[in-house]
């Protein structure tokens, strides 16, 4: 008997666990055209069906690529309202895969993008943090009366446009963006109805979401999750 991979169809729930998604899911997948399935026939006048396992192996490695907005904020350490001041300005990209977001929702990210953006950070950032430097977190809890300013700074970072230059305190951490004392006064000092050079115009902070998590909430109103 032929192996199991190098058969030309797979049923509905070799499927379903090569896609790690429920055999309803794989049912909206094929009634969405994401999937060809094909009737093999069945019993108790029941139809069954079958999907064509290249197809299904493709999509296979789209979904272990995606990259949720939840899980980049885990990475980064940057709260929901920076991804989207960079999505909206299009630093980072949307994915687009009509798959994913069919079965995970639209908040996820073209993992290529995500990643680039990541690596020219990496490499614009200083070899050594210099002492007394202030990282970005700590920066914008004195940010107050408007947009914390996340997307002026990471572009002014990507362009080697900050004074002194920048320096990455914690690996991939992006809220550890170091900056100088100077610089980090000039950002906080911004005022409420600053536009630049940091501050955020409104069509770039807009968000799509109607909830935030509590973490992001108390990131923004600068103050504790317990408050």
């Not at 408007?146 to 320096?167: C, E, Y």
């Not at 980090?184 to 955020?200: E, Q, S, T």
């Amino acid at each position: 008997l032929p192996e199991v991979s190098d058969l030309p169809y797979l049923n509905l729930r070799s499927t379903a666990r090569a896609l790690q998604i429920e055999a309803s899911e794989v049912n909206n997948l094929a009634k969405h055209g994401f999937l060809d399935a094909r009737p093999t026939g069945g019993g108790n006048r029941r139809t069954h069906w079958s999907f064509r396992r290249k197809q299904v192996m493709a999509l296979q490695a789209r979904m272990a690529e995606r990259l949720s907005w939840a899980a980049f904020c885990r990475i980064t350490g940057l709260p929901q309202v920076a991804i989207e001041q960079l999505l909206n300005a299009g630093v980072l990209r949307r994915c687009e895969d009509g798959a994913v977001r069919l079965l995970y929702g639209p908040h996820h990210l073209e993992p290529n993008t995500s990643g680039s953006f990541i690596k020219q950070l990496h490499d614009a950032a200083l070899p050594n943090l210099p002492p007394g430097w202030i990282a970005l977190r700590d920066v914008m809890v004195g940010v107050g009366g408007r947009a914390k300013p996340w997307l002026p700074i990471v572009s002014a970072a990507l362009a080697g446009d900050i004074p002194g230059g920048f320096a990455l305190s914690q690996g991939n951490r992006l809220d550890a963006i170091a900056i100088h004392p100077l610089i980090a006064r000039r950002l906080v000092l911004g005022g409420p109805h600053a536009i630049g050079p940091f501050g955020v115009a409104p069509s770039l902070s807009s968000s799509e979401s109607t909830q935030i998590g509590v973490g992001d909430a108390a990131s923004y109103l600068n103050c504790t999750a317990q408050d």
